[in-house]
């Protein structure tokens, strides 16, 4: 399944993967919404976005926008190469996450604020196999863990703990949200994307020789 999850050029198919890569970005903030009107813990990230916002006064949404283009530029060192689905990923989750807190009142009600956890880390999932699926290229924080990968040769699940922790530490000491919600997402949402990104992973055609 991993290879089949490599980039391919925007030129292939872009009719049928960019309106994917679009709506998977949308639906990704949507959902980082939902988890923060629960106000029962936030992902790692979103942990660091959110003290960012208390601390600095910036929307959420422009705050994950501004961290996830100083991530970027950790790529050059790193020689990772930025596709379609990188760039628009530092803006789209953004605009989607503030559009959808705009929407969407914080309920007061422990099962409603349960039931949005719950449709949140679903929803997030989803959203992260529809985007990674078209195959377009990874976020910016999903590039640097493998950028460290590659370039250090440590495993992936190895750099991937050491990154998630820092930046839960670090936003958990800004003021971030950590609760249940933190560890439900944490042991949840590696098999809710590999549950859904066989249903929604754009496969290139099979091409039948002509005799």
Not at 18 to 25: D, E, S
Not at 38 to 57: I, N, Y
Not at 158 to 182: H, Q, S
């Amino acid at each position: 399944m991993l290879a089949a999850l490599t980039p391919v050029p925007a030129t292939v198919a872009p009719l049928r993967r960019v309106p994917q890569l679009f709506a998977g970005l949308w639906l990704y903030g949507a959902s980082m919404a939902l988890q923060i009107r629960a106000t029962l813990g936030l992902d790692p990230w979103d942990v660091l976005h959110e003290g960012l916002a208390k601390r600095s006064g910036l929307s959420f949404g422009t705050v994950t926008m501004v961290v996830g283009a100083l991530v970027l530029l950790a790529w050059i060192p790193l020689r990772q190469r930025p596709g379609v689905g990188t760039v628009s990923n530092v803006v789209l989750i953004g605009v989607a996450v503030d559009v959808t807190l705009w929407l969407l009142p914080t309920p007061s009600d422990l099962v409603v604020r349960a039931v949005f956890l719950v449709a949140g880390i679903v929803l997030n999932g989803l959203a992260a196999a529809v985007y990674i699926g078209a195959r377009l290229g990874p976020g910016p924080r999903d590039g640097v863990t493998t950028g460290f990968c590659r370039r250090t040769g440590a495993s992936l699940r190895l750099v991937r703990t050491v990154v998630e922790v820092a930046v839960l530490g670090a936003g958990w000491l800004l003021g971030g949200t950590v609760g249940l919600g933190t560890v439900l997402y944490a042991v949840t949402i590696g098999p809710l994307t590999q549950l859904f990104l066989p249903l929604v992973t754009w496969v290139e055609p099979k091409v039948t020789a002509v005799r």
